[in-house]
């Protein structure tokens, strides 16, 4: 019977300190600049989530400026429509994700073309056949077709447009790709002509995915569990699992027993555990709640003592933090929850409500800390009101 591996100890201070070195949050410019640093942040983190909600800067262009400071929106266009280095896609969410690992993908858009997609059933061939006949002759948005009749809605976020749906049905078979965004305007192209396949990638196998996906996770979370690297993708947990198990034997994997985790299950790779200190303490983050940091709630609030809410579809006398408040880092700590708006006709980043939290919550720690928010925060504004989509 074989030995039990023992587990590596590891306090949330430490356990912060990889995430965030993984996240790249701990250093000012880890990426570099231009386009290229875009597709870098995408490939290192995996993906960037994508999200229409704007009353601040749309999620994506948030999540790469938190980590490129003179990023440009032209940038993100670069890398999609003309180094195409990114492409858009479903992880667990609509996302950027890197070019190169398109392969992992194609198995789930063979399935959507043999099985369909529970979200647009309501696409006739005739629809399809009309898009496909448009987009051969160019790239094109739905702009571009103006001759549909209306249909009504089965779900809140679906389009009256049939035309939309086979679009988005064709993208989700990997048949249409997006080849450039303007704002949430989705300009579609033949997948094959837009990267230029003679003959398209070979599939990964089931075996590669679920390596990738263990991968991708320790690789921009440094410390894992399960659920963080399944975050809404509880059919791979098993295969995931299995892979885990023998990594451990082979001594690839060490299992951390996370201070406060409990009973959940924590692995790291052996390097990956030893102490890398705190980053540059200096920093200031004001983060999208789509940011990956963020965005697995309980996870979050494990690492960091911070539960973040989402109160966006919450009614305004049961928020706490406001409509969309956005969490502060500074060093290795949320500090705060600040609800911002942006007043675009007026060029003003609107301040709504501004909640201390942690440690912050104690009134001696926000005299130090309050002067270096607002410096960022004015930083933030200018890329908040900077031209361009």
């Given at each position: 019977m074989p030995r039990p591996i023992p587990s590596h100890p590891l306090s949330r201070t430490d356990a912060?300190?990889?995430?965030?070195?993984?996240?790249?949050?701990?250093?000012?410019?880890?990426?570099?600049?231009?386009?290229?640093?875009?597709?870098?942040?995408?490939?290192?983190?995996g993906y960037v989530q994508i999200d229409t909600i704007n009353v601040i800067e749309r999620a994506h262009h948030h999540i790469l400026y938190s980590r490129i400071p003179d990023y440009r929106r032209a940038d993100l266009r670069h890398?999609?429509?003309?180094?195409?280095?990114?492409?858009?896609?479903?992880?667990?969410?609509?996302?950027?994700?890197?070019?190169?690992?398109?392969?992992?993908?194609?198995?789930?858009?063979?399935q959507h073309r043999r099985e369909g997609h529970k979200w647009f059933n309501s696409v006739t061939p005739a629809d399809m056949r009309k898009v496909m006949r448009?987009?051969?002759q160019g790239p094109l948005t739905?702009?571009?077709?103006?001759?549909?009749?209306?249909?009504?809605?089965?779900?809140?976020?679906?389009?009256?447009?049939?035309?939309?749906?086979?679009?988005?049905?064709?993208?989700?078979?990997?048949v249409l790709t997006i080849s450039e965004r303007n704002g949430m305007l989705k300009t579609y192209d033949l997948t094959a002509r837009h990267f230029g396949w003679d003959k398209p990638p070979?599939?990964?196998?089931?075996?590669?995915?679920?390596?990738?996906?263990?991968?991708?996770?320790l690789r921009s979370q440094g410390v894992v569990s399960l659920d963080s690297i399944c975050h809404l993708?509880?059919?791979?947990?098993?295969?995931?699992?299995?892979?885990?198990?023998?990594?451990?034997?082979?001594?690839?994997?060490?299992?951390?027993?996370l201070e406060g985790a409990g009973k959940q299950e924590h692995w790291a790779r052996p390097e990956a555990v030893q102490p890398v200190g705190e980053g540059d303490p200096g920093l200031v983050h004001i983060l999208s709640p789509f940011d990956p940091l963020i965005i697995q709630r309980k996870r979050t609030e494990l690492f960091f003592g911070y539960g973040h809410r989402f109160e966006a579809y919450v009614p305004k006398d049961k928020r706490l933090f406001g409509y969309f408040a956005l969490p502060v880092l500074v060093g290795d700590e949320i500090v705060a929850a600040i609800d911002l708006k942006?007043?675009?006709?007026?060029?003003?980043?609107?301040?709504?409500?501004?909640?201390?939290?942690?440690?912050?919550?104690?009134?001696?720690a926000r005299k130090a800390l309050k002067p270096r928010i607002e410096e960022e925060l004015h930083r933030f504004e200018r890329f908040q009101l900077a031209n361009g989509p």
């Amino acid at each position: 019977m074989p030995r039990p591996i023992p587990s590596h100890p590891l306090s949330r201070t430490d356990a912060r300190h990889i995430w965030l070195r993984a996240q790249r949050l701990d250093t000012p410019v880890p990426f570099g600049d231009g386009p290229a640093a875009v597709a870098a942040a995408v490939e290192h983190l995996g993906y960037v989530q994508i999200d229409t909600i704007n009353v601040i800067e749309r999620a994506h262009h948030h999540i790469l400026y938190s980590r490129i400071p003179d990023y440009r929106r032209a940038d993100l266009r670069h890398a999609q429509g003309v180094d195409k280095s990114v492409f858009e896609y479903w992880t667990h969410a609509l996302s950027y994700v890197p070019a190169g690992d398109i392969s992992f993908f194609l198995p789930a858009m063979r399935q959507h073309r043999r099985e369909g997609h529970k979200w647009f059933n309501s696409v006739t061939p005739a629809d399809m056949r009309k898009v496909m006949r448009l987009i051969r002759q160019g790239p094109l948005t739905i702009r571009d077709i103006d001759d549909d009749v209306l249909v009504e809605k089965e779900h809140l976020w679906q389009s009256r447009k049939p035309s939309k749906r086979a679009l988005q049905l064709a993208f989700y078979t990997g048949v249409l790709t997006i080849s450039e965004r303007n704002g949430m305007l989705k300009t579609y192209d033949l997948t094959a002509r837009h990267f230029g396949w003679d003959k398209p990638p070979k599939p990964a196998s089931a075996r590669e995915i679920t390596a990738y996906l263990l991968d991708r996770a320790l690789r921009s979370q440094g410390v894992v569990s399960l659920d963080s690297i399944c975050h809404l993708d509880a059919p791979s947990k098993k295969s995931v699992r299995r892979l885990i198990e023998t990594r451990l034997r082979r001594g690839e994997l060490v299992p951390v027993a996370l201070e406060g985790a409990g009973k959940q299950e924590h692995w790291a790779r052996p390097e990956a555990v030893q102490p890398v200190g705190e980053g540059d303490p200096g920093l200031v983050h004001i983060l999208s709640p789509f940011d990956p940091l963020i965005i697995q709630r309980k996870r979050t609030e494990l690492f960091f003592g911070y539960g973040h809410r989402f109160e966006a579809y919450v009614p305004k006398d049961k928020r706490l933090f406001g409509y969309f408040a956005l969490p502060v880092l500074v060093g290795d700590e949320i500090v705060a929850a600040i609800d911002l708006k942006t007043d675009r006709p007026n060029k003003k980043l609107l301040m709504q409500k501004w909640s201390w939290v942690g440690s912050a919550a104690k009134r001696g720690a926000r005299k130090a800390l309050k002067p270096r928010i607002e410096e960022e925060l004015h930083r933030f504004e200018r890329f908040q009101l900077a031209n361009g989509p």
